[in-house]
Nanobody, 123 residues
Framework: EVQLVESGGGLVQAGGSLRLSCAAS????????IAWFRQAPGKEREGLSC????????SYADSVKGRFTTSNDNALKTVYLEMNDLKPEDTAVYYC????????????????WGQGTQVTVSS
């Protein structure tokens, strides 16, 4: 079965940076997509980014475009989310999720999820 493990969260001051990792195992196909989502208390889950394994094509939510960058190490089956210029409103639990087919961030078919990693941005 697909398993995803997020890491890299923590406490950071506004304006700082963090790099999150999503380590995947059990991926059954060569073509897949991994997306990043976040959910803050009292808010709906928000899709942030998506990357496809075959060509590295990415898609981003407007709210993070230009600040966040996702990348993929196919050999390690690990996807990263580099977050720059963090703001207090970025505070949330960050999750990665897998799609068994190529996708963008609007795709509803992400069906495997990690447990999340907490990101807290202080002012």
């Amino acid at each position: 079965e697909v398993q995803l493990v997020e890491s890299g969260g923590g406490l950071v001051q506004a304006g700082g940076s963090l790099r999150l990792s999503c380590a995947a195992s059990g991926l059954p196909f060569n073509d897949y997509a991994i997306a990043w989502f976040r959910q803050a208390p009292g808010k709906e889950r928000e899709g942030l980014s998506c990357i496809n394994s075959n060509n590295g094509n990415t898609s981003y939510a407007d709210s993070v475009k230009g600040r966040f960058t996702t990348s993929n190490d196919n050999a390690l089956k690990t996807v990263y989310l580099e977050m720059n210029d963090l703001k207090p409103e970025d505070t949330a639990v960050y999750y990665c999720a897998n799609s068994p087919v190529l996708a963008d961030i609007s795709w509803p078919g992400f069906d495997s999820w990690g447990q999340g990693t907490q990101v807290t941005v202080s002012s």
